[in-house]
T-cell receptor
């Protein structure tokens, strides 16, 4: 069964460093998302991406964040200068296009720890 | 504005019990209502979704939406230890492909054998 994959599963970085989180969405999906979940908090929407551009972003997704689809399979989230409060689980999701409900399929997540 | 509220639990029940999980939401524009299940160190997985008000049943699981009171429920009959997970309610404002999900905080459920 097709699934969303994410790498790495755990990333440890120093405050101020850049990190890139990688995702491979389901191959025939057209919409891509990043969500994050701070420990003990809700899963929160960061950004959605369609047709090689950002469709929508939350107030969390400030200038320190960027997304890219560098090739036909990968979807990346870059945090330019990490802060302690960026420590969270980051989930990638993708969805297709149908005439009805479009399920968002989630990857297993990348745990980001900023020291 | 807290859009989706969910009691985080934890909730512990004996095997075979009926489980009731609930959420409330604030925005009447929401049209799709979902329940996701999340196992430890995994991503959320869609369990069921409902459009507008009413009930939807899938095996031991029943999802219920009451739009007049902005109340979402999930019932699990004959609960099993394998049902132990965190259950997240979520809402979707529309059906365009890029509509973000808005999640509740999740309720951690333990079913004890």
């Amino acid at each position: 069964e097709p699934e969303v994959t994410q790498t790495p599963s755990h990333q440890v970085t120093q405050m101020g460093q850049e990190v890139i989180l990688r995702c491979v969405p389901i191959s025939n999906h057209l919409y891509f998302y990043w969500y994050r979940q701070i420990l003990g908090q809700k899963v929160e929407f960061l950004v959605s991406f369609y047709n090689n551009e950002i469709s929508e972003k939350s107030e969390i997704f400030d200038d320190q964040f960027s997304v890219e689809r560098p090739d036909g399979s990968n979807f990346t989230l870059k945090i330019r200068s990490t802060k302690l409060e960026d420590s969270a689980m980051y989930f990638c999701a993708s969805s297709g296009v149908t005439g009805g409900f479009n399920e968002q399929f989630f990857g297993p997540g990348t745990r980001l720890t900023v020291l | 504005q807290k859009e989706v509220e969910q009691d985080p639990g934890p909730l512990s029940v004996p095997e075979g019990a009926i489980v009731s999980l609930n959420c409330t939401y604030s925005n009447s524009a929401f049209q799709y209502f979902m329940w996701y299940r999340q196992y430890s160190r995994k991503g959320p997985e869609l369990l069921m979704y409902t459009y507008s008000s009413g009930n939807k049943e899938d095996g031991r699981f029943t999802a219920q939406v009451d739009k007049s009171s902005k109340y979402i429920s999930l019932f699990i009959r004959d609960s099993q230890p394998s049902d132990s997970a965190t259950y997240l309610c979520a809402v979707l404002g529309g059906n365009s492909g890029n509509t973000p999900l808005v999640f509740g905080k999740g309720t951690r459920l333990s079913v004890i054998a």
